[in-house]
């Protein structure tokens, strides 16, 4: 085996630190190193151009724990892998190397219990405020009825006070609930004035545990649920699985059901990107464009549901190929839904980029600079509206993207502005993907069987999701259910941008800069309180709303504040 | 270019929305409706009940006799039963409406056909 230029840099730098290399796949390299040279490694990748954290990866093996950092660098993936014991998970933080790893490392933190010394985000990222310390959800040792008997224990709320307190600053909390955002974050803004100083954002509010589901249903069932992580990206997640799975199985897929999967990817980017801007115009007051985007919409979600049978979930990838194929009668409906698609995308861009009530509310919003967009590394066409030349189905050709002719749309816009130019840029291309697969369709066959077991293989997967790129990782266990499974989203990696491009925005504008990633979660858990007159803040569960309704009705308390005064032991207020 | 033309041309058109429930739309070919049994092609293997993602087919009996109790309020319309069924015996129908507050109403019983009805 040839040995990547990298290890050989690695190996001379770090010497007995490295234990062992290899590389199982092609694009896929990993090192397993000693837990001192975490740092040393990471930043000497780092100054060789791996500057992009994919995703990082806990894995509890039964023996101890492992942290699989994986590095990208232009369609190719590096893991760094570490193991860390079980007495003593501790690893150092690489955000003084590469910023965007801060929410990676916490989700690891929450999830496995690994400390990484010096993360700067002290609260849980995934799991609820007040989680057990000492449980962590997706150890080998605790089962699903664990989880489940924790959360009925002790409800999904929270007993923990977030007490927001500052020299003359002012807090203004959005989310998780608000009319301004359609999706579940908490982000709390410091403004000065009517301008934004710094950005605090708290995710996790819907999450769903599907790692974990994952891990106890058999790959077949595990097509569905990945399906269901997203309603949107439906079909890049499990495009992603499918990937991931074929290549752990070393299976082969006929060519036809390669284009077919291009297609549907590409008719899922189209819809995706016409509802993000009917949600943009919305966001700026401009509902009009909301209600013409989402009418055309329609019609490619009706070619989908020709297509799969479904408009929303459409399970047309299956392991070995596609479910369905895309027969020849059908092929005129699609070209004639794509000629509308496309007079409709540019009339769009015409239309908005020379209306001004749309341009003075998109230009100049959201500032960023290349370089923040690259450190905290930002993904799909976030990152392109910033001037990063990012896309995997170039760097990382997967299916059929390798032989299809098209342009990664790029702008140095570095506004909001340029995440729409891109986004409809994207249409017409991808209108010209579908044109080009349709017509190079080869016949035959488009699917195999594929077996239902997986052998003891990890196998990582990416694909350019409509929001950017999205990591799947299997281990498999040998039998019919993985080992352990992996999901990174495109939306957490932009989440450490979206904050910084939050930064010196009005806060008019924290709407449309947030929607400008285009985010997707999906929400539940608890209030948020705020007494003016005090300047106190303070956070309510659901049980904490029942307790003080009820005493209120009977009379003993009157304010909110007389509850927490003589009742809230486990709610000190400052 | 400025949007009043494209105002004016749709102050001359039909909504776009369908008046439902009065008006319905018609289902495309394939549509991937609620399943239906055809029990006398059924061999029991219980594929359908073991591949199905949400749990939502119960398999009462074993093998030839077994009969199947279909729970629609868990089923997300996936399709993997048909996939999987190898004698091709559960197909899709294109009927959309399940709503009700009566959760019994959505479930679906497919039984064994009676001898003398077979023949």
Redesign the interface.
Same mark, same amino acid.
């Given at each position: 085996m040839d040995i990547p230029v990298e290890v050989n840099i690695l190996r001379d730098r770090l010497g007995d630190r490295l234990i062992e290399y290899g590389s199982i796949k092609p694009r896929r390299i990993y090192a397993r190193i000693e837990r001192s040279a975490v740092k040393d490694a990471i930043s000497l990748l780092a100054s060789h151009g791996y500057t992009h954290v994919s995703a990082i990866t806990g894995l509890d093996t039964g023996k101890g724990l492992e942290v699989l950092y994986h590095l990208d660098r232009t369609g190719s993936l590096f893991t760094v892998r570490v193991d860390v014991p079980y007495d003593d998970p501790k690893l150092p933080s690489i955000t003084d190397i590469i910023p965007g790893a801060v929410l990676y490392e916490g989700e690891v933190r929450d999830l496995f219990g690994v400390v990484f010394e010096g993360n700067p985000y002290p609260r849980p990222v995934v799991l609820p405020d007040g989680w057990p310390e000492d449980f962590h959800p997706l150890r080998k040792i605790y089962s699903v009825d664990d989880i489940r008997k924790t959360i009925a224990d002790r409800g999904v709320g929270t007993q923990q006070i977030e007490v927001e307190e500052g020299g003359g600053a002012i807090y203004v909390p959005i989310g998780p609930q608000h009319p301004a955002l359609k999706e579940p974050i908490g982000l709390r803004f410091v403004v000065e004035g009517e301008y934004i100083v710094k950005v605090k954002a708290r995710i996790g509010y819907n999450h769903r545990g599907i790692e974990k589901a994952m891990e106890n $249903?058999?790959y077949? $069932?595990?097509?569905?649920?990945a399906? !269901?992580i997203c309603g949107i990206c439906s079909v890049a997640h499990t495009q992603c699985y499918v990937l991931a799975v074929e290549s752990a199985l070393d299976l082969d897929i006929p060519e036809r059901a390669r284009y077919i999967r291009v297609v549907m990817n590409e008719l899922n980017r189209i819809h995706s990107h016409m509802l993000w801007m009917g949600v943009a115009g919305h966001e700026v007051g401009f509902d009009?464009i909301l209600m013409?985007t989402w %009418?055309d919409r *329609?019609y490619v979600l009706?070619l989908l *549901?020709?297509i799969?049978?479904?408009r929303v979930?459409y399970?047309i990838n299956?392991i070995g190929g596609v %479910? !369905?194929d895309i027969p020849d009668d059908m092929r005129d409906s699609v070209m004639k839904t794509m000629d509308y698609v496309e007079v409709r995308a540019k009339?769009y861009m015409?239309?908005l980029l !020379?209306?001004p009530s749309f341009t003075r509310r998109t230009v100049g919003v959201g500032k960023a600079s290349t370089r923040d967009a690259l450190t905290l590394c930002a993904v799909g066409p976030t990152a392109r509206a910033f001037n990063v030349k990012k896309d995997i189905r170039k760097d990382e050709p997967y299916e059929v993207y390798g032989d299809i002719p098209f342009e990664i749309v790029v702008v140095d816009n570095c506004d909001v502005a340029g995440t729409f130019i891109v986004r409809a840029k994207e249409i017409l291309e991808s209108v010209d993907i579908i044109r080009y697969a349709l017509e190079h369709m080869p016949g035959g066959d488009y699917r195999v069987k594929a077996p239902r077991r997986v052998p003891q293989i990890e196998a990582i997967a990416r694909v350019e999701a409509p929001r950017g790129e999205l990591l799947h990782y299997l281990k498999g266990s040998g039998g019919e259910q993985p080992y352990r499974y992996k999901v990174r989203t495109p939306t957490l990696a932009n989440i450490p941008f979206v904050a910084k491009m939050l930064e010196g925005c009005n806060v008019a504008d924290i709407p449309i800069a947030f929607a400008a990633i285009d985010p997707c979660m999906a929400c539940e858990d608890r209030m948020e309180f705020i007494d003016e007159s005090k300047g106190v803040t303070w956070i309510w569960s659901l049980e904490d709303l029942r307790a003080y309704r009820k005493l209120k009705e009977k009379g003993s308390v009157s304010k909110p504040l007389e509850y927490i005064d003589r009742y809230g032991g486990k709610l000190d207020v400052s | 270019m400025s949007l009043e033309p494209e105002l004016l041309k749709h102050a001359f058109k039909k909504p776009f929305t369908l008046l439902y429930p009065f008006e319905k739309r018609e289902t495309p070919k394939g549509f991937r409706g609620r399943i239906q049994y055809d029990m006398a092609k059924c061999i029991g293997c219980g594929l359908c009940a073991r591949d199905c993602p949400s749990g939502a087919i119960e398999m009462i009996g074993k093998g030839k006799t077994a009969e199947f109790r279909v729970h629609l309020y868990m089923c997300t319309f996936c399709g993997q039963c048909v996939d999987s069924c190898p004698v091709s015996a559960i197909s899709f129908t294109n009927e959309y409406e399940y709503a009700s507050p009566d959760k019994s109403k959505l479930i679906f019983e497919f039984k064994r056909p009676i001898e003398a009805e077979k023949s």
């Amino acid at each position: 085996m040839d040995i990547p230029v990298e290890v050989n840099i690695l190996r001379d730098r770090l010497g007995d630190r490295l234990i062992e290399y290899g590389s199982i796949k092609p694009r896929r390299i990993y090192a397993r190193i000693e837990r001192s040279a975490v740092k040393d490694a990471i930043s000497l990748l780092a100054s060789h151009g791996y500057t992009h954290v994919s995703a990082i990866t806990g894995l509890d093996t039964g023996k101890g724990l492992e942290v699989l950092y994986h590095l990208d660098r232009t369609g190719s993936l590096f893991t760094v892998r570490v193991d860390v014991p079980y007495d003593d998970p501790k690893l150092p933080s690489i955000t003084d190397i590469i910023p965007g790893a801060v929410l990676y490392e916490g989700e690891v933190r929450d999830l496995f219990g690994v400390v990484f010394e010096g993360n700067p985000y002290p609260r849980p990222v995934v799991l609820p405020d007040g989680w057990p310390e000492d449980f962590h959800p997706l150890r080998k040792i605790y089962s699903v009825d664990d989880i489940r008997k924790t959360i009925a224990d002790r409800g999904v709320g929270t007993q923990q006070i977030e007490v927001e307190e500052g020299g003359g600053a002012i807090y203004v909390p959005i989310g998780p609930q608000h009319p301004a955002l359609k999706e579940p974050i908490g982000l709390r803004f410091v403004v000065e004035g009517e301008y934004i100083v710094k950005v605090k954002a708290r995710i996790g509010y819907n999450h769903r545990g599907i790692e974990k589901a994952m891990e106890n $249903q058999t790959y077949i $069932q595990n097509l569905m649920l990945a399906e !269901r992580i997203c309603g949107i990206c439906s079909v890049a997640h499990t495009q992603c699985y499918v990937l991931a799975v074929e290549s752990a199985l070393d299976l082969d897929i006929p060519e036809r059901a390669r284009y077919i999967r291009v297609v549907m990817n590409e008719l899922n980017r189209i819809h995706s990107h016409m509802l993000w801007m009917g949600v943009a115009g919305h966001e700026v007051g401009f509902d009009t464009i909301l209600m013409y985007t989402w %009418r055309d919409r *329609e019609y490619v979600l009706d070619l989908l *549901e020709a297509i799969s049978g479904n408009r929303v979930t459409y399970s047309i990838n299956v392991i070995g190929g596609v %479910r !369905r194929d895309i027969p020849d009668d059908m092929r005129d409906s699609v070209m004639k839904t794509m000629d509308y698609v496309e007079v409709r995308a540019k009339l769009y861009m015409d239309l908005l980029l !020379r209306d001004p009530s749309f341009t003075r509310r998109t230009v100049g919003v959201g500032k960023a600079s290349t370089r923040d967009a690259l450190t905290l590394c930002a993904v799909g066409p976030t990152a392109r509206a910033f001037n990063v030349k990012k896309d995997i189905r170039k760097d990382e050709p997967y299916e059929v993207y390798g032989d299809i002719p098209f342009e990664i749309v790029v702008v140095d816009n570095c506004d909001v502005a340029g995440t729409f130019i891109v986004r409809a840029k994207e249409i017409l291309e991808s209108v010209d993907i579908i044109r080009y697969a349709l017509e190079h369709m080869p016949g035959g066959d488009y699917r195999v069987k594929a077996p239902r077991r997986v052998p003891q293989i990890e196998a990582i997967a990416r694909v350019e999701a409509p929001r950017g790129e999205l990591l799947h990782y299997l281990k498999g266990s040998g039998g019919e259910q993985p080992y352990r499974y992996k999901v990174r989203t495109p939306t957490l990696a932009n989440i450490p941008f979206v904050a910084k491009m939050l930064e010196g925005c009005n806060v008019a504008d924290i709407p449309i800069a947030f929607a400008a990633i285009d985010p997707c979660m999906a929400c539940e858990d608890r209030m948020e309180f705020i007494d003016e007159s005090k300047g106190v803040t303070w956070i309510w569960s659901l049980e904490d709303l029942r307790a003080y309704r009820k005493l209120k009705e009977k009379g003993s308390v009157s304010k909110p504040l007389e509850y927490i005064d003589r009742y809230g032991g486990k709610l000190d207020v400052s | 270019m400025s949007l009043e033309p494209e105002l004016l041309k749709h102050a001359f058109k039909k909504p776009f929305t369908l008046l439902y429930p009065f008006e319905k739309r018609e289902t495309p070919k394939g549509f991937r409706g609620r399943i239906q049994y055809d029990m006398a092609k059924c061999i029991g293997c219980g594929l359908c009940a073991r591949d199905c993602p949400s749990g939502a087919i119960e398999m009462i009996g074993k093998g030839k006799t077994a009969e199947f109790r279909v729970h629609l309020y868990m089923c997300t319309f996936c399709g993997q039963c048909v996939d999987s069924c190898p004698v091709s015996a559960i197909s899709f129908t294109n009927e959309y409406e399940y709503a009700s507050p009566d959760k019994s109403k959505l479930i679906f019983e497919f039984k064994r056909p009676i001898e003398a009805e077979k023949s």
